[in-house]
């Protein structure tokens, strides 16, 4: 089957999962319902007045401190925080449309991953929509830089990341690993891959306001020396790294390129995928 031939999908029926938020440590509830073809991944706040609702693209991208936020130009109050793990949960189980109900400002955690996120869709399923998904092709190599972290996404057929993972800290070191949508299977390799701070930076971060819904339970937590929770990958953290990319260039919808990262972010992320956008854009 061609990507062409490929039809737009969505949730069999709706979903329900509550939880705490990792940075803000609120209890949130979420509610995954169906949507029709051309939707795209939609955020309703329902704790405010007139159920405003948020589209998961580049633009509406408010913040990528500690974690990808979307909101509406002009009203401060009304923004969705940590949308990567979800956004990657879906890319990984085909969604092209949801609508996420949301009684908070920030996705539940889970464990951390992907994994709980993709486990409740394929408890439902997925159902085929009428209209053909259309996958953004990478025509020109697009670049972002950030002192000495780097992002680009290469002309490539299918979807492949490859990403090299530099720490000045002796549990992380240098790590490096490559996943490809057709070689590799997320749910395994990539799917539990869990979030990961370091307990020497634990009261900075609360002074902050971040990590206050953080724990053993969604968070691999770095010590000096070893980890303080025992990790399901070798190369966990890598891992994790790479779910935060597919979720963060999620924004665009499905997309065929070579994602090549050395140690970015959430906003080297955010600066690719308002690029491809505009590549996009500017071809239509």
């Known amino acids: 089957m061609s990507d062409k031939d490929i039809m737009q999908k969505t949730i069999s ?3 329900e999962y509550s939880g705490v938020a990792l940075h803000t440590g609120n209890n949130v509830k979420i509610r995954c319902l169906p949507a029709e073809a051309d939707t795209g991944i939609v955020f309703r706040r329902v704790d405010i007045d007139g159920k405003p609702e948020i589209k998961a693209e580049p633009y509406n991208v408010v913040s990528t401190k500690r ?3 979307i909101g509406l130009a002009g009203d401060k109050g009304i923004t969705v925080h940590t949308i990567e793990h ?3 949960a879906l890319w990984a189980s085909d969604i092209d449309n949801i609508i996420i109900e949301i009684d908070n400002a920030e996705t539940p955690v889970g464990d951390g991953s992907a994994l709980p996120y993709m486990q409740l869709v ?4 997925v159902v085929e929509l009428s ?3 259309r996958i953004k092709e990478i025509k020109k190599s697009i670049w972002a830089r950030k002192e000495d972290m780097y992002l680009a996404v290469l002309p490539y057929e299918g979807f492949k990341v490859s990403y090299t993972l530099v720490y000045d800290h002796s549990v992380i070191g240098t790590q490096f690993h490559e996943y490809d949508r057709i070689e590799n299977n997320f749910l395994d390799e990539i799917a539990a891959a869990r979030t990961f701070g370091f307990e020497r930076e634990v009261e900075a ?6 990590a206050l819904g953080g724990s053993l339970e969604n968070a691999v937590l770095i010590g000096e020396e070893k980890t303080v929770n025992p990790l399901r990958f070798e190369n966990e953290f890598v891992r994790h790294k790479i779910l935060d990319v597919i979720g963060d260039m999620f924004l665009n919808g499905y997309i065929s390129g070579h994602i090549i990262a050395v140690r970015s972010g959430h906003y080297l ?10 590549g996009i854009k500017s071809r239509r």
């Open 13 to 15: 029926s709706s979903i």
């Open 86 to 88: 979800l956004m990657a």
């Open 205 to 210: 971060l609360h002074r902050r306001g971040l």
């Open 67 to 69: 974690c990808t936020s």
């Open 122 to 125: 394929k408890g439902v399923g």
């Open 131 to 133: 209209k053909p998904r």
């Open 269 to 278: 992320h955010v600066e690719l995928a308002k690029k491809i956008y505009e």
